[in-house]
């Protein structure tokens, strides 16, 4: 099958704020990535079309961002997410040659030690508690890149990571509906350089000198109450130094449009529908990944996994991220072929209750 063109978008032009003055939610596939999520402006209704009451305003958005780091030398992965009723945050670094692994996570009633930027573009999130100060920022610099870092410190370990896009870079910006009353955006990068310094007792690594990569995700709206998707996704430079991104998902920003998408060297090329096959009952067996128009035919091979089990009956999650290599191909519109051999990533299996 003939892959699509480059890129396509259902909106022409990208709205200063997702909600407009009526509580209108802008719907659609955006060229850029919108400035303002002001969710909670939103015209919030009950499945029977009443007007939402102040509570459920509140309890129902849910908010989530996470930054990740791929180079043969480590994977790193955090995230802040606001659930209303819990605030969370995790962080790991995975290390593919030794199998080391250092894991944490954090968790805060009603989201007290959080607070999220309402904005993929400009702002700053937070999560502090204790001895521990994590901090996602994001502006845009004179020279009209997006700049986007991850400052986090812990006893015994410092990161400082900065995932820079280009001008020309292309985002997946989207937003899409929700059962009947409900919205997602989501705003998703991957194939993006990412420089900084990891500093740990046992020394300390430079991420531009391990050829790093990252992807970010930023999300955010009216969500499922019970939801469960696949996600895949890569950033990394193959053999002959391009620029590689993918993100993939199953089961999740599906209504009407999806945020499947590849990039090259910070161009995008939308892919559609995708599946996941996996043994449900061993995950460190072999995934594989195909798109419904023959864009993407990807196996991916675990080396390690983070994982979050928790069942507080109102709030429940099953969380599975697994860092691994992806191999295969991606075909790109022109009749380009694009091998994929031995490049690391991240797949993922996720159920929430929130």
Known sequence: MQPKATAHYSVPFVPQQLVDENGRVAQGIFPASV???????????????????????????????????????LLAGCALANTAWLGIAFFYIFE?????????????PLARSLSLSDSPVQGKSRFRQGKVDIAMGYHRTAEGLLEKQLQLTL????????????????????????????????????????????????????????????????SAGYMRRQTYWNWACLSAYTG????????????????????????????????????????????????????????????????????????????????????????GSLALSGGRTLEIDNLHGFVEEQYAKW
């Open 35 to 73: 400035p303002r999520i002001n969710g909670r402006s939103t015209d919030y209704r009950t499945a029977m079309g009443r007007q939402a009451s102040r509570m459920a305003r509140h309890f129902h958005y849910k908010q989530f961002q996470y930054f990740g780091i791929v180079s043969d030398q």
């Open 96 to 108: 593919p040659h030794s199998g080391r692994l250092e894991e944490y996570t954090w968790r805060s």
């Open 155 to 218: 006893p015994g370990t410092r990161l400082n990571a900065t995932l820079r896009e280009q001008p020309s870079y292309m985002p997946m910006s989207l937003c899409t509906r929700t059962g009947i009353n409900g919205w997602v955006y989501a705003n998703k990068v991957a194939g993006v350089p990412v420089t900084g310094t990891l500093e740990r007792a046992d020394g300390t690594i430079s991420l531009n000198e391990a050829g790093a990569c990252g992807h970010h995700d930023f």
């Open 240 to 327: 002959d130094g391009t620029l590689v991104g993918i993100n993939l998902s199953c089961g999740v920003n599906e209504t009407s449009f999806t945020e499947n998408c590849i990039w090259v060297n910070g161009e995008l090329y939308k892919v559609d529908t995708v599946a996941f096959e996996y043994d449900q009952d061993n995950l460190l067996s072999t995934w594989r990944i195909s798109s419904y128009d023959g864009q993407v035919s990807l196996r991916f091979t675990a080396d390690g996994r983070h994982r979050e089990h928790m069942n507080l009956g109102l709030f429940a999650s099953r969380f599975t991220q697994l860092f691994g290599r992806f191999e």
